[in-house]
């Protein structure tokens, strides 16, 4: 059994506040991103999942819709344009006294006519005379409005706010920009640690070194680089190339650091048996090296995804913001601009630009536990 | 089966010689023990026979063809390292076909090849096991499996049984020495427990400081040891060294040393109790111990001196107790102040 000393109860705490900092906003986001738009505007997330009481304002149709019936003439239709499940309990004609009556009771509008509304929203106006007006009265209702939940949003960001291209120019860019530094890092750390050359300490300590260069202050060379070299054989200033060119080289430093970090621990003896079983380094790095490196691919394939998905900076340098290059952050940063008050359309890019770090994380954790070298050495 | 031939073979780190200039001719078929303490060079010679340590100077030459240029695996050796070192992420069978694998050997015979190490090894039932479903005796296994797979000149063992456990060391032990006989193969073993050079040795190979003290069967390495090293590192508990301060006989009496002589080295097992007056020393008990075949007493001298004898379970001594000792002069050996031998 487990003690429970001071520390463990402090870490426990301390574990349950981060859990809860972090589940809380997300869930709210995803919550909010999922309502519907008029509710988003006025009430907390939290409030959804319970039938709440709201008090609206419908408009009942003109004359248009009258019918006549013996002596009187009726408008009989419904106030809700759609049916969200919502229950009238009381309704008022002024907006003095907007809970004047219980529903099914009959309201006296000023000019006499006579209007009976039922709990699904259905009215009867009733009327002596012909209606004359062609837009009809305002009636007060108190309702009360069951949870709902709606795609609405998703629809409306993805498909017309023009989201779903930058979801998939951000794809575009992360996963190219992911898998190149993963590739030449693999090999580079490989020959780091593995291979005998002059010169490596040397070459390891710089890279150790470049890891402190800050980005921002090699992005508008580079850039300048890029263009002019660009330039001499025809390529175009900003393009997917060289935003993939871009991140490699941004993402060289610390990959090839965290790989080497990790080769150097596999065991020396494993690899003298493959050099005495007849394996060159190639035949070692394939057939042993990279199968046992798995869950160091992943994690490191994890943090570059990451770090290239939520990265603006270098996306906003390297890439255009026409609708064809512009990435996901870019694209929020821009909605956040023009639709700063539409809460629905923020909610739901954001969780759309959060949703694939998610699901990385997710699925690839599995890989952050690492007991696939078990059974190499003794043990 | 290969002879193998060492010509003042040098190594140097920086610039600090490890090895310095070993000389060593091992006929085909032999079992040659390289033994010697810790950071005495032994598994770097190993390893440069291997290939996997440059050669600094000298020449390493394996069935008559010098291989100081020959890649490891082109060397017809095959390794067993201390750690096992198998692959962890292939099953049994493909750790022991690896190597076939490489040399694009044609399946049927890998698979025979693979079959036929097993079955000297009594391994079949473990192929498609994953080393880590394996004991720390299996895991030994597979690796000498993997060894015999590739049919090779020279066995090279990396002080194999180190990590195993006291009863399953004995046991492999013996099957290693079985394998020997039945392979016939020459075999390189590196090792710094005496008791294993002594059991699976034809030659044993003392090294001390990247130096070669003495090269000899085990029995002529206990009962003639060129050296006061080699004296001290064959035969456990190690051999008394009792100094005689020039010539003068204050510990020991009955005994004629040679003029040149510094020390007398005599084994605890060869000591015995005595009478007084014909005993050869005289001594204090001062602990014992009690190993159920024998007991250890650990004595004092009259000068200062500190001795150990493996007696007779039935001795009547006491702690504190003088004793008198005795010895065969066969069994005396004498050392001269620089450490060698007075034959």
Same mark, same amino acid.
């Given at each position: ?34 309502? /519907? ?29 009258? %019918? ?42 000023? /000019? ?9 929203? /259905? ?15 305002r ?6 409005s ?16 023009g ?17 190149i ?11 780091l ?46 393009s997917f190339?060289?935003?993939w ?16 970090n ?29 199968p ?36 996901l ?15 629905? %359309? ?13 699901f ?20 | ?80 390292? =201390? ?87 004995? =046991? ?31 030659r ?6 990247g ?7 085990p ?8 050296? =006061? ?38 084994r ?10 014909s ?5 204090t ?6 190993l ?28 504190n ?10 069994? =005396? ?7 060698l031998?007075?034959?």
């Open positions: 059994m487990k003690k429970f000393t001071l520390t463990s109860i402090f870490s426990q705490l301390l574990l349950l506040i981060f859990v809860i900092a972090w589940i809380a906003p997300t869930f709210g986001l995803f919550i909010s991103s999922l309502r /519907d738009k008029d509710v988003l505007a006025i009430s907390g997330w939290w409030t959804s999942f319970t039938t709440t009481e709201v008090n609206e304002i419908y408009r009942t149709k003109g004359k248009d819709a009258q %019918i006549k019936e013996g002596e009187y003439y009726y408008i009989k239709s419904n106030l809700f344009r759609e049916n969200k499940g919502k229950e009238i309990f009381r309704f008022g004609v002024t907006s003095k006294n907007i809970d004047e009556y219980e529903v099914g009771e009959t309201a006296l509008f000023k /000019d006499g006519t006579e209007i009976t509304v039922s709990e699904n929203g /259905d009215y009867i106006w009733k009327s002596q005379n012909e209606f004359k007006k062609k837009k009809g009265k009636v007060f209702v108190s309702a009360k069951p949870p709902s939940f709606t795609l609405d949003n998703y629809k409306e960001v993805l498909f017309k706010e989201l779903g291209q930058a979801f998939l120019n951000t794809f575009a860019v992360a996963l190219p920009a992911t898998l530094p993963l590739i030449i890092c693999s090999f580079f750390a490989y020959a640690t593995w291979m005998k050359f002059y010169g490596r300490d040397i070459l390891l300590a710089t890279i150790i070194a470049s890891l402190v260069v800050p980005l921002q202050m090699s992005l508008i060379p580079i850039l300048t680089i890029y263009n002019d070299f660009g330039a001499l054989f025809g390529v175009a200033a900003k190339p060289g935003i060119m871009a991140h490699t080289g941004f993402g060289l430093a610390s990959t090839t650091f965290l790989l080497w990790f080769l150097k621990s596999l065991p020396q003896e494993m690899m003298e048996a493959a050099k005495v079983d007849g394996a060159t380094h190639y035949d070692t790095f394939i057939k042993i090296v990279v046992l490196s798995v869950p160091a691919f992943a994690s490191i394939f994890i943090l570059q995804f990451l770090w290239v998905w939520n990265d603006l900076l270098v996306g906003l340098v390297f890439l255009d913001k026409h609708p064809s290059e512009i990435i952050t870019a694209k929020l940063k821009e909605l956040l601009g023009s639709r700063g008050e539409n809460w629905e %359309i923020l909610t739901t890019s954001a969780f759309v630009s959060m949703a694939v770090p998610l990385i994380f997710f699925s690839l954790q599995r890989y952050f536990i690492r007991g696939l070298v078990a059974g190499s050495i003794k043990g | 089966m290969a002879d193998v031939n060492l010509k003042s073979v040098k190594k140097t780190y920086d610039k600090t010689e490890v090895i310095h200039g070993v000389d060593l001719d091992i006929n085909s078929g032999e079992f040659i023990v390289f033994v010697g303490p810790s950071g005495c060079g032994k598994s770097t010679l190993l390893r440069m026979i291997a290939g996997l340590e440059d050669i600094t100077e000298g020449e390493i030459s394996i069935g008559g063809e010098v291989v100081n240029k020959i890649i490891a695996a082109e060397r017809g050796v095959a390794m067993v390292f =201390q750690s096992y070192a198998l692959y962890p992420h292939m099953t049994v069978f493909n750790n022991m076909a690896f190597a076939l694998k490489q040399a694009k050997t044609p399946v049927d015979e890998i698979n025979s090849r693979v079959l036929e190490a097993a079955k000297i090894l009594q391994i079949e039932s473990l192929f498609e096991r994953l080393p880590k479903q394996l004991s720390g005796g299996q895991r030994q296994r597979v690796a000498i499996g993997r060894a015999i797979v590739r049919n090779p000149k020279v066995f090279l063992f990396d002080e194999p049984l180190s990590n195993l456990d006291a009863a399953l060391r004995v =046991q492999t032990r013996i099957e290693i020495a079985k394998l020997h006989s039945q392979l016939t193969a020459t075999m390189i073993y590196v090792t710094h427990d005496q008791v294993e050079a002594m059991t699976l040795a034809d044993i190979v003392v090294i001390n400081q130096v070669i003290e003495q090269v000899g069967t029995i002529e390495l206990y009962n003639s040891p060129k050296n =006061q090293f080699v004296a001290e590192f064959i035969g456990s508990p190690k051999m008394n060294m009792i100094n005689i301060e020039n010539g003068e006989k204050f510990d020991l009496i009955n005994i004629n040393p040679p003029s040149e002589a510094d020390k007398i080295g005599i605890p097992e060869h000591l015995s109790l005595a009478n007084n007056g005993h050869k020393l005289k001594g008990v001062r602990h014992i111990e009690n159920g075949e024998h007991l250890l007493c650990y004595i004092n001298l009259e000068k200062d001196n500190e001795i150990t004898a493996k007696l007779d379970v039935n001795s009547d001594i006491k702690i107790e003088k004793i008198n000792l005795n010895w065969h002069q066969d069994h =005396q050996h004498f050392f001269d102040s620089s450490g031998s007075i034959f």
